[in-house]
């Protein structure tokens, strides 16, 4: 028995019938696909910050984000941002880019390729007709895609697909999928959108930057290291 696919999704994923029914949905993507990054190679003093779903729209963020000069990258799921499309337009003005994290932010592995390009694709649109953007980053939801996702994500025109190796909890403490348990040169960190955080998002990411300080990390801009064929 042969392995033909590159294996990441379930054996019955819908990227190995997606191809055989003409008419029933796009075609699939069958150029390269995007790489799937959680760190990057740096030697740089950087690390960075990345902002998932948009549901807490704290103003005080705008001004942390102008005064420190911070370059974020937040990753906006449609439903959650819902009426708040222009506090992200602050941000954006202030400098913040704005990358795709779905229309309706799915578990998205195993799903069929019409559903997911739909979802991605569609928050492509979104994006680009309420902030003139076409993001090249993706974030998967939950962290969860097989390689219809990543098809998926490339017939999108999406550069990347970004995980994160550390994430910065709704207490302000930081925890880590894998490696060691401190911050290094390169490190991705996501910051979910927590139920009703102990800490605004502001002040965890004041207190993130105090710890960066004692490190000797600064914030870089993602979209500056991945994302480039
Ligand atoms: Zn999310």
């Known amino acids: 028995m042969l392995a033909v696919l590159v294996g990441c999704g ?21 150029g390269p ?37 911070l370059p974020v990258s937040l990753f906006l799921t449609d439903s959650v941002v819902g009426p708040g499309y222009a506090h992200f337009a602050r941000l954006r003005s202030v400098g913040a880019s704005l990358q ?19 979802e991605i694709c569609g928050q492509q649109r979104k994006l680009a007709s309420r902030f003139g ?12 895609y097989d390689t219809t996702t990543l098809r998926a994500a490339a017939d999108c025109g999406i550069a990347a697909v970004v995980l994160w190796r550390a994430t910065l909890e709704p207490d302000g403490h930081l925890t880590y999928t894998d490696g060691p348990h401190h911050l290094n040169p390169g490190d991705i960190i996501a910051v979910p959108s927590g139920e009703a955080p102990s800490l605004t998002l502001t002040e965890r990411t004041a207190r993130l930057l105090d710890e960066l300080a004692e490190r000797g990390l600064e914030v870089g801009r993602l979209e500056d290291h991945v994302g480039h064929r």
């Open 33 to 69: 696909l995007p790489p799937v990054v959680d760190r990057v190679p740096t030697r740089d003093a950087v690390v960075f910050l990345t902002y998932d779903d948009g549901a807490e729209r704290d103003p005080r963020f705008i001004d942390l984000v102008r005064e420190r000069r």
């Open 133 to 144: 953007v076409r993001p090249r980053l993706f974030r998967p939801p939950y962290g969860t």
């Open 10 to 30: 379930p054996s019955d994923g819908p990227g190995d019938g997606a191809g055989r029914s003409p008419g029933a949905g796009p075609a699939p993507w069958t």
């Open 100 to 118: 795709n994290h779905t229309l309706d932010h799915p578990a998205l592995r195993g799903l069929p390729y019409a559903g997911q390009r739909a």
